[in-house]
């Protein structure tokens, strides 16, 4: 296998407002709450948004921030062969990393928390940001999972049995690659740099580049690390269930149960699609779409949206800006140019 490069001087990102990606996510955020605007009574939304029950409000807060400890500890067990880091630590990351996510475009969060991992506890970066992806695949398969049973016991809208196919294409993709990379990472490269050959000389840096990255596919190696990973991931998305089905209480909503379940995983793969900060208006879109296609009343289902995005919002923004300032971080500590590959010394230790 080609030796990876020596590290260069990476260029500096492009400022968010030059990046295509993001005004599309604009756009199409603008598209949704016009949508809104156009075809909804938005003062019979706002009336039923305020009669929600505060008690369940409440109540979904809490059940909320229960499931963000837990997936701080799955976090924890992927990052096991980046270091042995203090779950409090991890745990005030994972958050402000999260928050990050709701103020800024593009998902760039998922790189601040990577960042703000490095600021904290010392870990490469590059391994940070790769155990977030595989956080994220075991959401994506669970999600996957749930949306195909729900097709096979209940009778959803046909345009999700459409959307469960895609999905399943694309899934099914992704989780090849990274277990290839963890279990078999010298053929993957081989692969690699033969497939790139026209890149020429370019290509021993673009191999370089992925390599640091493979380090945080390593837990997939362990089945203890990955047998807990996938124990903490029916946790949270139970707890996330719950809170749906209590905001779906709180609103008096008749709804099945199982339809909160529906409403959960179409939203939470719809806002991986390009928005705004905050996924303003698509996240309304999918998961008001999810309960009106099941026969709720339109504008109580985009109050029922609105409410649950509002919760966690709220919930987010608040927590992590008290841990940010309690970790003495700023927002643009986090988004800033790439700080080096290394930890300054006087940095917290890996084991710290």
Known sequence: MIEPAAPEAAPPPKPWWRQPLVWFGFILSALAIGTFIYLFD????????????????????????????????RWKLLLTPLGRYPFGKVRDVLIIGYMANLLLPARIGEVARAMALWKVTGASRRGGLTTIGLARLFDGCFLLCLLVVLGLMFEVPPWARRVTSVLVVLMSCVLTVALWLAFHERSFFWLMERALFFLGRHKVRVVGFFSRFSAGTHALRRPSLVGGSLAATVVIWSLEYCVYLTMMRGFDIALPAWSALLAMAITNIGIAAPSAPGFIGVFEAACSGTVIALGLDKELGLSYAIGVHIMMYVTLVVTGQILMYRLGLRLSDLTGPQAPSAPPPGRPSATG
């Open 42 to 73: 938005m003062g019979l939304v706002m009336r039923s948004l305020v009669r929600v029950r505060w008690t369940h409000v409440l109540a979904s807060v809490v059940i909320f921030l229960g499931a963000f400890m837990v997936r701080s500890l």
